[in-house]
């Protein structure tokens, strides 16, 4: 059973900073590119940072270029998220995705989600 188990969000004031981590189970993590998503209230889920199985390149969207970096840990299985220079509009839930990208229609997973609020 594949697992992908969230941490570390919570509450933090703006121009803080945050580290999310994703713990995966039940999967070949190598296989894996990973990825962060996140979803505000109201809007739909947007890709926030995502990292190759076997080159760890990188890209991230817009917003957070510059402020949130993304890695891995093949030996524990985790992937990370460190949040920087926080504004309101990143608060939202972020998920953790895999996708298996060695076949074609590899499988997708999810995590259940962390909440992040950016707030005064």
């Known amino acids: 059973q594949v697992q992908l188990v969230e941490s570390g969000g919570g509450l933090v004031q703006p121009g803080g900073s945050l580290r999310l981590s994703c713990a995966a189970s039940?999967?070949?993590?190598?296989?894996?590119?990973m990825s962060w998503y996140r979803q505000a209230p109201g809007k739909e889920r947007e890709l926030v940072a995502e990292?190759?199985?076997?080159?760890?390149?990188?890209n991230y969207a817009d917003s957070v270029k510059g402020r949130f970096t993304v890695w891995r840990d093949d030996i524990e299985s985790t992937v990370h998220l460190q949040m920087s220079s926080l504004k309101p509009q990143d608060t939202a839930v972020y998920y953790c995705?895999?996708?298996?990208?060695?076949?074609?229609?590899?499988?997708?997973?999810w995590g259940q989600g962390t909440q992040v609020t950016v707030s005064p």
């Open positions: 995705h895999a996708r298996n990208i060695r076949a074609i229609g590899g499988a997708v997973y």
């Open positions: 039940g999967l070949t993590f190598t296989d894996y590119q």
């Open positions: 990292i190759d199985d076997f080159t760890w390149a990188t």
